[in-house]
């Protein structure tokens, strides 16, 4: 009531309605739905405040098993693009099939695609080699690309809003490029490359910067990983003098913390920021990947 009659005032002072013509109606939201929390953070960041972003994996859930329920399936012929990494989640892939929303954007158009065995791991010979890898996002170089891709598949969807979308793009391409520049820096000198994770996630991150990932398990979070494999990460563990095993905030950490015992060695968190939550190192993709980044350090003793 109050803004209301604050309104009402200014317009008896000025004593006149604008002219029709002047009034500017702002234009009307985009809403884009997201499949995952990488492509959540570069859509927010993109759209900003002319457009809202609803992501298909709740909150702290591992998005590599999602199922969508009959109302999101839907629901994505409603929204103006749905943003998805082709091969991902094949829940998604199948629900963009069947309904055809106005706008398809596959975040990894033009990247080229890691498999198992070509992503940098020492799989031991205990991985499948032939997957590919979905995790993309975590080279800040690739999110660069995502980040274009998005953007411009975003502006050919809403023309109106294209000035204000590529402003946001730029505001964040910079963020991501820094991030970039400190990972290149950050990990140019330390005495040892080879890393040990949960899963198989960091592949694109190894591959940008040199490192060498031992996973324990697969490419997936929610494989169990054989005997075999834990007994041969524990002997790469050994041979490289690797001081601490990485695990994650989304999946069980048992694996992880029991082979880092029985070898007397440090766990830590390595993010593979599929989801953020309260006990995420950073708010934001940026920051936990700031926390990554800090954590390779101090595993790998980086000068
Ligand atoms: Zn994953």
């Not at 905030?249 to 070898?263: E, H």
């Amino acid at each position: 009531m109050l803004v209301a009659g604050v309104a009402a005032a200014v317009l008896s002072v000025t004593g006149c309605t604008a002219p029709t013509g002047t009034t500017t109606t702002p234009a009307a939201k985009m809403n884009v739905t997201v499949a995952a929390y990488p492509l959540q953070f570069l859509a927010e960041r993109i759209v900003g405040d002319v457009g809202t972003v609803s992501n298909l994996t709740p909150p702290g859930t591992e998005p590599h098993d999602l199922e969508l329920t009959a109302r999101q399936v839907a629901d994505l012929s409603a929204a103006d693009a749905v943003v998805y990494i082709e091969g991902f989640q094949a829940a998604v892939d199948e629900a963009i099939k069947t309904t055809s929303p106005k706008a398809a954007i596959n975040a990894a158009a033009g990247l080229s695609l890691l498999t198992a065995g070509q992503d940098g791991a020492d799989g031991g010979g205990e991985l499948p080699a032939s997957a590919i890898d979905p995790h993309i996002w975590l080279s800040p170089a690739n999110m660069v690309t995502m980040a274009q891709n998005i953007s411009g598949a975003l502006s050919a969807a809403r023309p109106d809003l294209a000035a204000t979308l590529s402003a946001n793009t730029s505001s964040l391409v910079a963020d991501l490029k820094a991030l970039d520049q400190s990972y290149r820096t950050g990990l140019a000198s330390c005495a040892r490359t080879q890393f040990i994770t949960s899963h198989a996630a960091f592949g694109y991150l190894a591959h940008e910067y040199g490192l060498t990932q031992i996973p324990i398990a697969g490419l997936d979070p929610t494989t169990e990983p054989t005997a075999a494999r834990i007994a041969a990460v524990q002997k790469l563990a050994k041979q490289y003098g690797v001081t601490t095993i990485f695990f994650e905030t989304l999946t069980s950490d048992a694996v992880a913390k029991s082979i880092a015992g029985d070898l007397h060695l440090q766990s830590a968190v390595l993010d593979p920021i599929e989801g953020i939550t309260e006990s995420s190192a950073g708010t934001n993709y940026v920051e936990v990947m700031q926390s990554n980044l800090a954590a390779l350090q101090k595993a790998n003793q980086c000068k």
